[in-house]
């Protein structure tokens, strides 16, 4: 990879560190919009592409029988910090499906929320799956698997029945053979797939849009979109870049996080589709990178984007001492 | 920055992302004995030049004259996790000055350590600056002032009297002139210096051997790195990369951290020093790199070093994802 950089951290007048990657913007229809860096290129989306796993929640039914409201549908496709909204939300959707959080197979972390870590400390709990950042996913896949009538024990494998049509989705919109040849195994103990970015940008623009679907497929987008940008705090939380993104933007875009320096949107008015990778995995840089591409393909919401596009560093006195920017080449022209 | 990539991380199989950076190795001379990437290029060192910005603690008397022990001379050069030995210690350095926390500038942050941040949260209290992982630092800079006979107060601030010391022994150890040109602002509030990578190998080369010192300055040299050696829990905290090779190695090297993917080691036996910097700031890489080069130039240790050099990454059910690995440049030909 010789990506270009995308953003530079500042500090005092220097670039004091640099982060390269590849950035595309493609329309439903395929077309590049807009390419910088190795965008052929495969890349783990993670979690970036929880949105299109979660299209079989609401095309097998599974979300209409056991009665999701709009906001659990968001959180099943959230990255979520473990607030208590986020617990909330996962424990009724387990219960819906007549589970509970044993039939969870994400594995256990504190909150990503360090104020709600610090809560559960102080109320002497420990966390259990229900905080896992992917709770809402594996809730999801638990109704999915419960509205097929199917057992959801091992609904993490490749082959259970349920994942295969999460992989089978996720195939579809991305237009890539998904297959032991580019799997791995996600943080949640899901299957990841590589896939080009440009593919990945695609997949947002068609999802963002309903451009290339079948009417099913692009109802189901179109409900689980508009359910994440009504409820973005369900799919983050408190400060959290996508969720504080689309807080501001309303129905103008949907933003979502994918680990190690991912990111994708769409934008539903113009049917573009955008995704993101800092090589190195930060999430700093890829927040600042997609802050700047929304702000050139959204113009009139670029001063809304600013803080998002330009973020100031504060040091532990409060003192500004540095700031995060886009390369120009990520700028509006 | 056209660095080469320094260390990448895998998962399944693949790359999923990759580190760039610079790594240079030189002796106490000032001869070059490995480089790689844009090693003059000046880069901020901040908490990575802790130990020489502690050198007129001892040569100043201040130390002696505060009766500060090893542990405490340590704890003048940590970036430490906030752990209860480290609030003790911070405590006891400020109290021997007849200071107490409010002398601290350094600001308020939780401890780094989660278990001792969640500790603290269910005691129903709240961190001071003594929780600040520059405490140590800023409690050695209170006893040199203290120790001048001077007013700590504004010892953060470049022209205080105290601070002039600190940035002088800097200047001196990197051979670099330091003033407003290539000043910024640290994260604890006192200045930092863009300082060329190879220079600040060259101090660690002198700091570790003595080499090219005047020999009351060799001697606090070798007061620092030893207590540092012996006492490296307090210059870091549990499970800190640091104060585990520290723990592992002996006194065969003394590695410190700064931040933004910056790492400096001295290798006392042989003289060398070695500086690292990682381009996008992160510190996982410039952790492994630092790895593979004491590995390169400690091979007898190269067996004990190999967790460092190439850690696994385990997920949330502890299933083994991926890994981190130094790039072959790096290795030991």
């Given at each position: 990879?010789?990506?270009?950089?995308?953003?530079?951290?500042t500090?005092?007048?220097?670039?004091?560190?640099?982060?390269?990657?590849?950035?595309?913007?493609?329309?439903a229809?395929?077309?590049?919009?807009?390419s910088?860096?190795?965008?052929?290129?495969?890349?783990?989306?993670?979690?970036?592409?929880?949105?299109?796993?979660?299209?079989?929640?609401?095309?097998?039914?599974?979300?209409d029988?056991?009665g999701?409201?709009?906001p659990?549908?968001?959180?099943?496709?959230?990255?979520?910090?473990?607030?208590?909204?986020?617990?909330?939300?996962?424990?009724?959707m387990?219960?819906?499906?007549?589970?509970?959080v044993a039939?969870?197979?994400c594995?256990?972390?504190?909150?990503l929320d360090?104020?709600?870590?610090?809560?559960?400390?102080?109320r002497?709990e420990?966390?259990?799956?229900?905080?896992?950042?992917?709770?809402?996913?594996?809730?999801?896949?638990?109704?999915?698997?419960?509205?097929?009538?199917?057992?959801?024990?091992?609904?993490?494998?490749?082959?259970?029945?349920?994942?295969?049509?999460?992989?089978?989705?996720?195939?579809?919109?991305?237009?890539?053979?998904?297959?032991?040849?580019?799997?791995?195994?996600?943080?949640?103990?899901?299957?990841?797939?590589?896939?080009?970015?440009?593919?990945?940008?695609?997949?947002?623009?068609?999802?963002?849009?309903?451009?290339?679907?079948?009417?099913?497929?692009?109802?189901?987008?179109?409900?689980?979109?508009?359910?994440?940008?009504?409820?973005?705090?369900?799919?983050?939380?408190?400060?959290?870049?996508?969720t504080?993104v689309?807080?501001?933007?309303?129905?103008?875009?949907?933003?979502?996080?994918?680990a190690?320096?991912?990111?994708?949107?769409?934008?539903?008015?113009?049917?573009?589709?955008?995704?993101?990778?800092?090589?190195?995995g930060?999430?700093?840089?890829?927040e600042?990178?997609?802050?700047?591409?929304l702000a050139r393909?959204?113009?009139?919401?670029?001063?809304?984007?600013?803080?998002?596009?330009?973020?100031?560093?504060?040091?532990?006195?409060?003192?500004?001492?540095?700031?995060?920017?886009?390369?120009?080449?990520?700028?509006?022209?």
């Amino acid at each position: 990879m010789d990506d270009p950089v995308l953003v530079e951290v500042t500090r005092g007048g220097r670039v004091e560190s640099s982060h390269r990657g590849a950035a595309v913007v493609v329309d439903a229809d395929g077309g590049t919009v807009f390419s910088l860096g190795a965008v052929d290129q495969a890349v783990y989306p993670r979690s970036a592409v929880k949105a299109l796993q979660a299209l079989p929640l609401i095309e097998s039914g599974a979300a209409d029988r056991f009665g999701l409201t709009d906001p659990e549908i968001a959180f099943a496709c959230a990255s979520h910090s473990g607030e208590a909204a986020h617990v909330a939300a996962a424990t009724s959707m387990l219960g819906k499906a007549g589970r509970g959080v044993a039939a969870l197979e994400c594995g256990v972390h504190w909150p990503l929320d360090e104020v709600s870590a610090r809560a559960l400390a102080a109320r002497g709990e420990a966390p259990s799956a229900l905080h896992n950042n992917c709770s809402g996913k594996h809730s999801g896949f638990v109704c999915l698997a419960c509205g097929m009538d199917l057992d959801p024990a091992g609904y993490i494998q490749p082959g259970h029945a349920a994942m295969r049509e999460v992989t089978a989705a996720l195939a579809a919109m991305t237009g890539e053979r998904l297959d032991e040849s580019n799997r791995a195994t996600d943080g949640c103990s899901i299957p990841t797939y590589a896939i080009p970015l440009r593919s990945l940008a695609l997949a947002f623009a068609r999802f963002g849009s309903g451009g290339g679907l079948a009417p099913q497929r692009a109802a189901a987008a179109a409900r689980l979109r508009n359910a994440v940008m009504a409820h973005p705090f369900m799919i983050g939380g408190t400060g959290r870049f996508g969720t504080s993104v689309m807080q501001a933007l309303g129905t103008r875009a949907f933003v979502k996080s994918g680990a190690e320096g991912v990111y994708v949107a769409a934008l539903p008015e113009s049917g573009l589709g955008i995704a993101v990778k800092c090589d190195d995995g930060a999430g700093r840089a890829a927040e600042v990178a997609t802050a700047a591409l929304l702000a050139r393909f959204l113009p009139e919401a670029a001063e809304t984007l600013a803080r998002f596009r330009r973020p100031e560093l504060r040091n532990w006195n409060g003192i500004a001492v540095g700031a995060l920017r886009s390369a120009a080449a990520l700028e509006a022209g």
